[in-house]
């Protein structure tokens, strides 16, 4: 398995342009994540996925779309980015059952600059 | 609004020393607590995971407990070695949605 995958590993944007990060875990798993991490901010929710076919805002979703394309994909969409949008962009899913034992697991990251 | 909280943001001990990082969250109603590793440009690895009705998880020379009365998780880290530095982030699901919030971390190094 090779778990939570994300690409590109790295991209630099000029302010304006537009791109779609993606993401896909092999772990048929149920519900997946968009997250941002910054130097003193730690990380924050940008969208979720509860299942296939829903899709939520989380802490900081402005300036940010999302696709769940089927269970194993899900992508996130600036569509016009700004410098404030530089950031690492972590994507995570987890299988959610009833149960509490819900571990979620991360990809390895995009690291994004917008000049 | 959740809060978790992570002090002291690094922490610099010798080889060898048993240490412990803290974790404390406003909202005694979690669902889990997640400890994570993030070695420099790398992902997250998970590390424990407590289930809102246990009290503690171990695996290897990791010891992670909960106290959800007084809102505080620890993970206990014995024997350090310089393998283990890296930045360990706690982070509480508060449904069975599984949102997490993370705290910012703790950066430890452990000198040789």
């Known amino acids: 398995n090779a778990g939570v995958t994300q690409t590109p590993k790295f991209q630099v944007l000029k302010t304006g342009q537009s791109m779609t990060l993606q993401c896909a875990q092999d772990?048929?798993?149920?519900?997946m994540y968009w997250y941002r991490q910054d130097p003193g901010m730690g990380l924050r929710l940008i969208y979720y996925?509860?299942?296939?076919?829903?899709?939520d805002k989380g802490e900081v979703p402005n300036g940010y779309n999302v696709s769940r394309l089927n269970k194993r994909e899900f992508s996130l969409r600036l569509e016009s980015a700004a410098p404030s949008q530089t950031s690492v962009y972590f994507c995570?899913?987890?299988?959610?059952?009833?149960?509490?034992?819900?571990?979620?697991?991360f990809g390895p990251g995009t690291r994004l600059t917008v000049l | 609004k959740q809060e978790v909280t992570q002090i002291p943001a690094a922490l610099s001990v010798p080889e060898g020393e048993n240490l412990v990082l803290n974790c404390s969250f406003t909202?005694?109603?979690?669902?889990?607590l997640q400890w994570f590793r993030q070695d420099p440009g790398k992902g997250l690895t998970s590390l424990l995971l407590?289930?809102?009705?246990?009290r503690e998880q171990t695996s290897g020379r990791l010891n992670a407990s909960l106290d959800k009365s007084s809102g505080r998780s620890t993970l206990y880290i014995a024997a350090s070695q310089p393998g283990d530095s890296a930045t360990y982030l706690c982070?509480?699901?508060?449904?069975?949605?599984?949102?997490?919030?993370f705290g910012k971390g703790i950066t430890l190094s452990v000198r040789p």
């Open positions: 996925s509860a299942s296939e076919g829903t899709t």
């Open positions: 982070a509480v699901s508060f449904g069975a949605n599984s949102k997490l919030t």
């Open positions: 772990m048929n798993h149920n519900s």
């Open positions: 995570a899913s987890i299988r959610a059952t009833q149960s509490s034992y819900n571990e979620q697991f």
């Open positions: 909202d005694s109603a979690i669902y889990n």
């Open positions: 407590i289930q809102s009705s246990q």
